[in-house]
């Protein structure tokens, strides 16, 4: 026997307990934020909060399960492209590193270095 918690319920629940928000949140709303922020560029887009919002878009019936498997599909070709061309991009940036040999600076000559005497200590006027 599950017993659901009304709107109201829920409410009162969360400003009691301030840190099961967390807990409760809907793993539909953490994939939205995911995405929102991979594309605002201030994290990494993953493919299970794509495939959560697509689960729910099913869920739904704002997608057909076809459409979804071809969305997935191009995500996961596109991510794997991605990947490939940053270890690419990596290795060339290794070779290169590898293939700059610095040249070994010159000795520099050193120069004999002769001091001239001091000059006496410039004796004070006198007043008149």
């Known amino acids: 026997m599950a017993t659901e918690l009304g709107g109201m319920q829920v409410t ?24 929102i922020r991979a594309g605002a560029r201030l994290g990494e887009f993953k493919i299970a909060d794509a495939e959560e919002i697509l689960r729910y878009a099913v869920r739904r019936t704002l997608m057909t399960q ?5 969305v997935l599909a191009e995500v996961k070709e596109a991510s794997e492209k991605r990947a490939e061309k940053a270890a690419e ?11 700059v040999v610095p040249k ?19 004796k004070p ?4």
């Open 12 to 35: 009162s629940l969360l400003e009691a307990l301030p840190g099961i928000a967390s807990v409760l949140r809907n793993p539909v709303a953490d994939a939205f934020v995911g995405l």
């Open 125 to 128: 006027k006198k007043k008149k």
């Open 104 to 122: 070994p600076k010159p000795k520099a000559k050193v120069k004999a270095v002769v001091k001239k005497p001091a000059k006496p200590a410039a």
């Open 66 to 70: 076809d459409e979804t498997d071809r």
């Open 89 to 99: 991009r990596e290795r060339g940036r290794a070779a290169k590193k590898a293939a």
